[in-house]
């Protein structure tokens, strides 16, 4: 420890520090008047500055980006017994500007402490600087990584959705396809055994619908589908179920509900549909009605008997005149009040 002995002014290297030269990191020893009394080989290579020219003289004179914020300041007070200081990167950056062969600057995480001297005070301040340039560019990679591969999982997520609803809606009304709906009645269907609730079927048809399309073209009747779809839903729960399973065939799905309470759902879609008009962008004014047919989900049924048992009620307003809801056999008729 001779080197910690040295009078005031002598500016030759501090053996005491030679251990540190070689070491893959920057280190900068200072005295109490913040003069540099050693710097490693690591430094010279990062700075380009030969050490005798460095040794002796303030440090603040040779790297004036210490005295930015609170790095001489923390210095100080190390001399004067305070904690170590950490210098990040973050905030402390290029204390000691290094140049990489691209033209960016060496990063360099800085940690200082001090030395004590023969009576107990610190004599010495080391400042240790690590270069964090390669772990850096890493960080920033894994996350520039991160951030495509959260892109992409989105953007996988938007078209897994799209493709589902591709799957499963009807690309004119936006309701339940006749795969999705196949796929609801089943599940209500098992729902409707374990909590022993009630479950209903309406099956709905536009009355001489083809009539429409041979008048007035497809594309009206295009505009007649998605009018009825709107008409029909209105009024139904969250737990309804509307769907076009084809053509002008619609179906909705009541969960925890009867026969009758399905029959009063029919005729106020009846009536709403019946009073209704729609208006082409002619000017040509399109009346149209439909037909409803209800049944209730029974013990013995499964879903195909509950299906034919819908279809038939369907088939039986058809018969009796169309513009009428007709409930399955064995459930009664909707009483003119209840409608």
């Not at 041979?214 to 139904?236: C, I, K, P």
């Not at 009758?260 to 004014?285: C, L, S």
Request: proline residues 5%; charged residues 25%; contains cysteine.
């Amino acid at each position: 420890m001779n080197g910690l002995l040295r009078a005031p002014g002598e500016i030759d290297e501090e053996p005491a520090f030679r251990h540190m030269d070689f070491l893959p990191l920057g280190i900068l020893v200072l005295d109490q008047g913040m003069r540099v009394r050693f710097f490693n080989a690591c430094l010279e290579f990062w700075s380009g500055l030969r050490r005798d020219k460095v040794l002796g003289r303030q440090v603040q004179e040779v790297f004036p980006n210490l005295t930015r914020g609170t790095v001489l300041p923390r210095l100080d007070d190390i001399f004067l017994g305070g904690p170590p200081a950490v210098f990040s990167y973050h905030l402390h950056n290029h204390l000691i500007p290094s140049p990489l062969p691209d033209g960016g600057l060496r990063l360099q995480h800085g940690v200082a402490y001090g030395v004590k001297g023969g009576d107990g005070g610190v004599e010495r301040v080391i400042l240790s600087l690590q270069d964090v340039t390669e772990l850096h560019t890493r960080l920033s990679d894994n996350l520039r990584i991160t951030r495509e591969l959260e892109t992409e999982i989105e953007a996988r997520k938007a078209m897994e959705a799209k493709l589902i609803e591709l799957a499963t809606k009807d690309h004119l009304t936006r309701l339940d396809n006749r795969r999705a709906f196949f796929d609801r009645l089943d599940a209500e269907i098992r729902r409707s055994r374990r909590t022993g609730q009630p479950l209903a079927l309406v099956a709905m048809d536009l009355d001489r619908f083809k009539s429409i399309n041979d008048r007035f073209g497809h594309q009206v009747g295009d505009e007649v589908l998605r009018n009825f779809a709107e008409a029909a839903s209105q009024g139904l729960r969250g737990t309804d179920v509307l769907a076009r399973t084809g053509g002008e065939e619609f179906f909705i799905i009541l969960p925890a509900a009867c026969g009758q309470d399905a029959a009063r759902v029919a005729e106020r879609i009846r009536k709403t549909v019946e009073a209704g008009t729609h208006i082409t962008d002619n000017g040509d004014v399109v009346r149209y009605t439909v037909s409803l047919g209800v049944a209730s989900l029974q013990e013995t049924m499964d879903m195909y008997a509950l299906l034919y048992r819908a279809d038939q009620a369907l088939y039986a307003a058809k018969a009796g005149g169309r513009n009428r809801v007709h409930v399955d056999p064995g459930e009664p008729e909707p009483s003119p009040l209840q409608a």
